[in-house]
């Protein structure tokens, strides 16, 4: 699966909720995001966007996408100064983030190991030793808080879940995005963000 369409698929639900909010969609001459941002004042522009993996799709695990959200002074994904930006799991409830793990679930249940010959006639080599792939397949149990929530996919099916599932959430999220500006000029925090 192509990146671009996770991007189109996963656009068509969470513009309905981003462009009414005042964010318009950003230009990426990489394909790797998909960014909207929206102006407070002159000097202050939020921004959201969906990054994919680097690590091309592979047909029996998938790939995975990233939520992320800043403000900086200017209106771009990935400002290098003055920004203050934090990713999905620093912005879910309790219950928000037990949906993320069921879905997360849902979707590792149907990716598997391939077989040597299987992984040859599509990769050009066999399996090599040390390979990802029973950790790829490892259901989640709980989400490490030191660690980045990556949304797995597997094919179109699994993209409109997720983005039925952010469409629902993303205005909670802004909204509690939005009022963290009091830690704006302290970076992300390791600790101490408020529960949701």
């Given at each position: 699966?192509?990146?671009?369409?996770?991007?189109?698929?996963?656009?068509?639900?969470?513009?309905?909720v981003l462009l009414p909010a005042g964010?318009?969609?950003?230009?990426?001459?990489?394909?790797?995001?998909?960014?909207?941002?929206?102006?407070?004042?002159?000097?202050?522009?939020?921004?959201?966007?969906?990054?994919?993996?680097?690590?091309?799709?592979?047909?029996?695990?998938?790939?995975?996408?990233?939520?992320?959200?800043?403000?900086?002074?200017?209106?771009?994904?990935?400002?290098?100064?003055?920004?203050?930006?934090?990713?999905?799991?620093?912005?879910?409830?309790?219950?928000?983030?037990?949906?993320?793990?069921?879905?997360?679930?849902?979707?590792?249940?149907?990716?598997?190991?391939?077989?040597?010959?299987?992984?040859?006639?599509?990769?050009?080599?066999?399996?090599?030793?040390?390979?990802?792939?029973?950790?790829?397949?490892?259901?989640?149990?709980?989400?490490?808080?030191?660690?980045?929530?990556?949304?797995?996919?597997l094919d179109e099916a699994d993209c409109?879940?997720?983005?039925?599932?952010?469409?629902?959430?993303?205005?909670?999220?802004?909204?509690?995005?939005?009022?963290?500006?009091?830690?704006?000029?302290?970076?992300?925090?390791?600790?101490?963000?408020?529960?949701?």
């Amino acid at each position: 699966m192509k990146t671009r369409q996770l991007f189109t698929i996963l656009r068509g639900h969470v513009e309905p909720v981003l462009l009414p909010a005042g964010f318009a969609r950003l230009k990426d001459r990489t394909g790797a995001i998909a960014a909207w941002g929206r102006s407070a004042s002159a000097d202050c522009h939020f921004t959201a966007w969906l990054q994919n993996d680097k690590w091309p799709f592979d047909p029996w695990v998938g790939s995975r996408f990233i939520v992320e959200f800043q403000r900086a002074p200017i209106c771009a994904a990935g400002a290098a100064q003055g920004a203050f930006r934090l990713r999905l799991q620093h912005l879910l409830s309790d219950a928000e983030r037990e949906e993320v793990r069921r879905r997360q679930n849902a979707v590792l249940s149907k990716c598997r190991i391939p077989t040597d010959d299987e992984h040859r006639q599509v990769m050009g080599f066999g399996l090599l030793p040390g390979n990802d792939y029973e950790e790829s397949c490892r259901q989640v149990e709980d989400f490490d808080p030191r660690f980045d929530i990556w949304l797995r996919y597997l094919d179109e099916a699994d993209c409109r879940g997720w983005g039925t599932f952010l469409a629902s959430w993303l205005p909670q999220a802004l909204h509690r995005f939005e009022s963290l500006g009091h830690l704006y000029d302290l970076g992300p925090p390791e600790e101490g963000l408020p529960r949701w």
